[in-house]
């Protein structure tokens, strides 16, 4: 299990390596005049050559890719262009508010679509072609149009949820969860659509082994075989495809947190990019595909303990 | 099929799926509106006059109204679906002419392109699309057509891995091979063989990508970090979205272009998928009855003693004129009765227009007695009986062997008594007592309390009835838990006493083991220790030794007989194999096409085999050879040995 855990996570270091090593390279060289973009054009040659200077863009590329790295390690990721700001500083202080809303609609949505899936093959019938209709709809349509339209009915019209603004999770728990509500269910009805197709599609395979036909013979209740046999042979399926989908939900809350004007990363994200600054979108590019490694590696590590054989590789 | 029919086979499914068809009406209305925007516009989508921002729909000249700059909503939306659906199909193109080729290039030839590009692929999809566009559009600039080519490579691998597995499907193929040795060039055979496979899969990803794409574009221009110079569905939205309490209106007809647009190409793509499928499946199909034909036919050329391998037209030539006609009579009387009765075997109308015997009571001292069971599947016209007027009777210790080939209802007999037909399958005529207890009137949970410890069942293939996520321990021991009562630690004792007996010889270290560790052989034992387990009045086992080793076969046999005198147990054995029953049974029943043809103790059976369809299975043998009954008895007893 160790060599297992240290096997993948060597991997997503090489991968995230390579990631931001292909970035910084393309992100300085298409990008000309850093050093007079933040001067502004009234500034002197004599004024653009020493800000240059400054952050170091006269020296060779490698060098200062190898110098950024060797930053990450210790938590360094820069500074900003722009701003008198650390950009690790700037980064951490919204990455709770993002995640705290990528867990709790990767919960929501967990349940529910693992809900919808085992009762759409359990029953089958016209349970099931709802499931699968509403599935199509979910995600046919673009997430951030949910949102608008959850904006417009729940917090314009009926005026019972605040539209934007957001409260620590920490300070008050009620109080999130009245501004995450919207930006939750917005986020989940793509990530429910695409994985309770997949459990259903699962559920139906493991309904029909041999084995649960002689788990029946048995004599054990059909409960007790769907929620413990049934459910576990399926769970693979699921969890597989609800990492898949995490990713497309990172950028999602992206959007997301625009709309419902959330402090999380994906607001940095938009205020940074447009002005280019280069050690955030840095920032934010390793950022993402740490999370996106650590969730590969929980799924790797959740699919291994529900299938023995799994473990093995 | 040959390929000329097939895209307009595939064509004419599609266009039977009337929602498929609606989706692509729609699309075809917004791409053609969109087109002929200058002709429908009316009014310059950048023209803005701020005295009429916000002016509702059916305003004059404003059709559906303008928006917060006065300009007009209409004329905007049918030129940014210009702007909008160029821009998704820029992605496509892009992505098209990377994937494909990678995706061609890796399934054909392999080796370190295959293995480099798979890796790259996975790296392109870790990161999110959107966070990448935003990258570049850090240094890029805000240009919808950069954001688009970039999405492109994004979305490639969406092609390469639907082309990459088509691809490496189709190249083990016969005709592929044919076509290599025939000396055609590889160009020739992806321009010819590979292509026309890889056709469908790509039209499919394409519609379902062109959607994200379009998806991803307005989510940019919505985020306002687009490119605002030009009027996109996504510029639409950004615009509605500052002014949504003053007019969500406004806000409601890029979500409807966009909406509608994306929905359609999800619905057109699954219609495509369905159309294929069907071809697929059809084909599929026919792909696997070949092989199940040449299975026999490879069966039937070894010297098997087993009835599945005899072929159908042997059969016919062996016996022209007593094998049993078509079958069609549904109330063919088929009684079986008890077991010290002399004659024991009806003749069937179809062959003999003897009149049909008066069915017996149910025999009160049998622990299970069957009448005039039948089984059928679906309903309505096109319901199939698969089982017809069965009647038999199990006694405590009493092994009754239920023989027939593949297909004659045997298995399909076994699952109506257990109460377990897979679905679809009923019992639609009959009854069934177990223990003086109708089973086929109670409840799916009433026939549940039975299992288990009334009626247990050993299935055929070991490997693939034990769970292959649990321990063997737990799947032993929760059974009695839940069916005798015992605790965790006595279920745990009495299953690795279970183990014990059914002769494995590591108890506990097979409790502690997970199917997929421990050999076929023992897995057949642990299955069969699991049927007793609860000290079940009545055992069916299914084939339990089809899927053994000959070497296992004998000694799993052995112990079946040894638990059945054990535990006074009534068997049923379904099996195709003569050399099993004479080593074990004490009676047997003999099916062919959903009825009991024939049943007698197995002395006389195998001595006077009075139905035409027994004498064929244990007769046809080579002329001057050694009879089946002589070689199944010298089996039976090298078995024994």
């Known amino acids: 299990m160790l060599s297992f855990i240290a096997k993948r996570t060597l991997l997503a270091l090489s991968q995230m390596l390579v990631i931001s090593a292909v970035a910084f390279f393309l992100l300085y060289l298409s990008s000309s005049g850093i050093a007079r973009t933040i001067l502004g054009e009234q500034a002197t040659e004599e004024q653009v050559a020493a800000k240059t200077a400054e952050l170091g863009l006269d020296r060779p590329l490698p060098v200062r890719y190898v110098e950024w790295l060797l930053g990450v390690f210790q938590g360094d990721l820069g500074r900003s262009y722009f701003t008198p700001q650390d950009v690790s500083d700037a980064l951490i202080s919204r990455l709770p508010t993002t995640l705290s809303l990528l867990i709790a609609t990767t919960i929501v949505a967990a349940l529910i679509a693992f809900a919808l899936g085992i009762a759409a093959a359990v029953y089958r019938g016209w349970l099931d072609r709802l499931v699968q209709i509403l599935s199509i709809a979910g995600y046919a349509i673009p997430g951030f149009l949910f949102a608008l339209l959850l904006v417009i009915v729940f917090a314009i019209n009926l005026g019972w949820l605040p539209a934007t603004g957001y409260v620590q999770l920490t300070a008050d728990p009620l109080g999130w969860l009245k501004t995450v509500i919207l930006p939750i269910a917005a986020l989940s009805i793509g990530m429910i659509a695409a994985t309770a197709q997949q459990v259903r599609g699962a559920v139906i395979d493991v309904l029909r082994q041999d084995y649960v036909r002689t788990l029946r013979s048995r004599g054990l209740s059909e409960r007790e075989i769907i929620f413990k046999h049934v459910l576990r042979n399926a769970s693979g399926t699921g969890l597989t495809v609800l990492g898949l989908q995490f990713v497309g939900l990172l950028g999602g809350a992206i959007v997301v947190e625009q709309i419902f004007a959330l402090p999380g990363l994906g607001t940095v994200a938009i205020q940074y990019t447009s002005r280019g600054d280069i050690p955030v979108v840095m920032g934010l590019l390793i950022i993402t595909s740490l999370i996106v490694a650590v969730v590969n590696l929980l799924v790797d590590l959740g699919v291994g303990f529900l299938n023995p054989k799994a473990r093995v590789a | ?641």
């Open chain 2, 1 to 641: 099929m040959s390929t000329s029919d097939k895209p307009e086979t595939t064509l004419h499914r599609f266009l039977a799926n009337p929602l498929a068809v609606v989706g692509a009406i729609i699309l075809a209305l917004i791409v053609l509106s969109s087109a002929l925007a200058s002709v429908l516009a009316g009014a310059d989508p950048a023209f803005s006059a701020i005295r009429d921002a916000f002016l509702a729909p059916f305003s004059a000249g404003h059709p559906l109204g303008t928006d917060s700059a006065g300009r007009d909503i209409w004329a905007r939306l049918l030129y940014g679906g210009q702007i909008s659906l160029l821009g998704a199909l820029l992605a496509l193109v892009v992505a098209a002419l990377i994937g494909i080729p990678a995706g061609l290039l890796a399934g054909y030839y392999g080796r370190w392109f295959d293995s480099v590009s798979v890796w790259m692929a996975n790296l392109v999809q870790s990161m999110p699309g959107i966070v990448v566009l935003l990258a570049a559009r850090a240094v890029l600039g805000p240009s919808i057509w950069i954001s688009m080519l970039i999405f492109g490579v994004i979305l490639s691998p969406g092609f390469y891995r639907v082309v990459r597995t088509a691809v490496i499907n189709v190249r083990g193929e016969l005709y592929v091979d044919a076509a290599k040795v025939s000396g055609l060039r590889d160009s020739a055979i992806i321009g010819r063989h590979i292509l026309t496979v890889v056709r469908g899969p790509i039209i499919i990803q394409a519609s379902l990508l062109l959607g994200i794409a379009l998806a991803i574009q307005s989510g940019l221009e919505f985020l306002g970090v687009g490119d605002n110079s030009v009027p996109s569905w996504g510029n639409m939205l950004n615009e509605g979205f500052r002014s949504i309490y003053r007019a969500p209106i406004t806000l409601l007809w890029p979500s409807l272009a966009i909406g509608l647009t994306c929905a359609a190409l999800v619905i057109i793509g699954n219609g495509l998928r369905d159309a294929l499928e069907e071809r697929g499946s059809s084909s599929a199909r026919r792909g696997r009855r070949k092989n199940v034909v040449t299975a026999t036919a490879a069966m039937a050329a070894l010297p098997a003693v087993d009835v599945d391998a005899l072929d159908r037209d042997a059969l016919d030539e062996a016996a022209p004129l007593t094998r049993p006609g078509v079958n069609t009579a549904d109330e063919t009387e088929t009684i079986v009765t008890a077991p010290l009765a002399d004659l024991e075997f009806v003749p069937e109308p179809a062959w003999s227009d003897s009149t049909p015997l008066e069915t017996p009571e149910p025999d009160p001292s049998a622990v299970l007695s069957v009448r005039r069971l039948r089984v059928g599947y679906g309903s309505g016209p096109h319901d199939k009986t698969v089982v017809h007027n069965v009647s038999l009777d199990v006694h405590a210790g009493e092994v009754l062997g239920l023989v027939g080939e593949s297909g004659s209802g045997k298995t399909q007999t076994a699952f109506a008594v257990l109460g377990l037909l897979p679905t679809g399958g009923r019992v639609t005529n009959g009854s069934v007592l177990f223990d003086g207890d109708e089973l086929t009137t109670r409840s799916r949970a009433s026939i549940r309390e039975l299992r288990g410890t009334g009626i247990a069942y050993i299935p055929q293939e070991p490997m693939s009835n034990l769970d292959p996520s649990f321990k063997v321990g737990s799947q032993l021991s929760t059974p009695m838990m839940r069916r005798l009562g015992l605790d965790k630690r006595a279920a745990r004792t009495r299953a690795l006493e279970l183990l014990d007996r059914v002769g494995i010889r590591e108890p506990e270290r097979t409790y502690d083991s997970y199917p997929h560790e421990i050999s076929g052989g023992m897995a057949q034992r642990v299955l069969i220790a699991g049927a007793v387990s609860c000290r079940p009045r009545l055992l069916i086992a299914d084939e339990p030794t089809t899927a053994l080793d000959v070497t296992v076969q004998a000694e799993v046999l052995r112990l079946l007989r040894e638990l059945q005198s054990e535990q006074e147990m009534a068997v049923i054995l379904v099996t195709h194999n003569f050399g099993v029953v004479a080593d074990i049974c004490d009676r047997v029943a003999v099916m062919n096409k959903g009825t009991i043809v024939e049943q007698n103790d197995v002395e006389s059976l195998f001595a006077r085999p009075r139905h035409p369809y027994t004498q064929t299975l244990l007769g046809s043998t080579l002329e001057g050879g050694p009879s089946r009954i002589d070689l199944d008895r010298a089996e039976a007893e090298g078995a024994h040995r």
